[in-house]
């Protein structure tokens, strides 16, 4: 049984950065396709960013393309998210999301792609 926490959330102002991480219990993740997604109150989940398990390929959301970066460590399990340039948008609460494939250069930007989720880490963005 895989488990995913989440780390790293926190109250911080605009243009500040933030690393998020989500540590993988339970089974090596090397062949998990690695997802972020987020959830604002009063909204639906959105897809946030996506990673495949060779790290060949990622999938960004347009609202973060170019400030957040993905990127994973197979030998500690862990999964990372480099937020900078953060903006009162941003703020929700951060999940990670996994789910094996066989495929090395997958990723996935449906979150119903996914089948193992985090508890979720919360990001505040002050203007």
């Known amino acids: 049984q895989v488990q995913l926490i989440e780390a790293g959330g926190g109250l911080v102002q605009a243009g500040d950065s933030l690393k998020l991480s989500c540590t993988v219990s339970?089974?090596?993740?090397?062949?998990?396709?690695m997802g972020w997604f987020r959830q604002a109150p009063g909204k639906e989940r959105e897809f946030v960013a996506a990673?495949?398990?060779?790290?060949?390929?990622?999938t960004y959301a347009d609202s973060v393309k170019g400030r957040f970066t993905i990127s994973r460590d197979n030998a500690k399990n862990t999964l990372y998210l480099q937020m900078d340039s953060l903006k009162p948008e941003d703020t929700a609460a951060y999940y990670c999301?996994?789910?094996?494939?066989?495929?090395?250069?997958?990723?996935?930007?449906?979150?119903?792609?996914?089948?193992?989720w985090g508890q979720g880490t919360q990001v505040t963005v002050s203007s």
């Open positions: 999301a996994a789910v094996e494939t066989y495929y090395s250069s997958t990723v996935y930007s449906r979150a119903d792609r996914y089948d193992t």
């Open positions: 990673l495949s398990w060779s790290g060949a390929s990622t």
């Open positions: 339970g089974r090596t993740f090397s062949y998990y396709v």
